[in-house]
């Protein structure tokens, strides 16, 4: 299996500033044939379901806000939500799709300082 | 607009079987660009895929589940339902049912559409 580690666990962010939270995965999720990342970002917020921000590693999904960004390659990729709103918070998780079993990471909590 | 709508009872007692259903509204279960799957999540805890179905009937599952998950479509091609048997409270979770979107590689994708969620809990 592969095993996606966020960091940090949780992180406070005053309101205009940036967010920035790690992924790593525990082998290349970087697919040859294609040259993409078989890699997500969700965001979810309380009582809600996880909703699809970035696929392929940086490609955000339709009416996502561009102030959140998505970026690395093979092991090691980034959630960048540059100056952060309120509605930002919440529970921010990475996904492979690389491989059987599908594995997210533990959830990155982001909150307002 | 796709909906999915989780159904089935919020209580399971230990070592029965779990069954819930999820109804699509807004498309059809049988594109061959689409999965269908379940994820579930604990109280408090992160997400743990379960296992994932094609409208032609072939399935992936979580090995970390072994035999206990089944995963199928109805005739209908409008709802698809998971069980899960012998449950413990381990499996006491909310547990969502999403479209996966195909990356062409057999049974890998993302998951683009999400239904709300339904809470089972195992107690006797």
């Known amino acids: 299996d592969i095993v996606m580690t966020q960091s940090p666990d949780s992180l406070a962010v005053s309101l205009g500033e940036r967010a920035t939270i790690n992924c790593k995965s525990s082998?290349?999720?970087?697919?040859?044939?294609?040259?993409?990342?078989?890699f997500g970002w969700y965001q979810q917020k309380p009582g809600q379901p996880p909703k699809l921000l970035i696929k392929?590693?940086?490609i955000r999904e339709f009416g996502v806000p561009d102030r959140f960004s998505g970026s690395g390659s093979g092991t090691d990729f980034t959630l960048t939500i540059t100056s952060l709103q309120a509605e930002d918070v919440a529970v921010y998780y990475c996904?492979?799709?690389?491989?059987?079993?599908?594995?997210f990471g533990q959830g990155t909590k982001v909150e307002i300082k | 607009q796709l909906q999915l709508q989780e159904s089935g009872p919020g209580l399971v007692k230990p070592s029965e079987t779990l069954s819930l259903t999820c109804t699509v509204s807004?498309?059809?279960?049988?594109?061959?660009?689409?999965?269908w799957g379940w994820i579930r999540q604990p109280p408090g805890k992160g997400l743990e895929w379960i296992g994932s179905?094609?409208?032609?009937?072939?399935?992936d599952y979580n090995p970390s589940l072994g035999s206990r998950v089944t995963i199928s479509v109805d005739t209908s091609r409008t709802q698809f339902s998971l069980r899960l048997s012998s449950v413990t409270g381990a499996d006491t979770a909310v547990y969502y049912c999403?479209?996966?979107?195909?990356?062409?590689?057999?049974?890998?994708?993302?998951?683009?559409?999400w239904g709300q969620g339904t809470l089972v809990t195992v107690s006797s």
């Open positions: 807004g498309d059809s279960i049988s594109s061959s660009s689409y999965y």
């Open positions: 996904q492979q799709y690389y491989s059987v079993p599908l594995t």
């Open positions: 999403a479209r996966l979107l195909s990356t062409g590689i057999y049974g890998r994708g993302f998951f683009d559409y």
């Open positions: 392929w590693a940086s």
């Open positions: 082998q290349s999720v970087l697919y040859s044939s294609d040259n993409r990342n078989y």
């Open positions: 179905l094609h409208y032609d009937g072939n399935t």
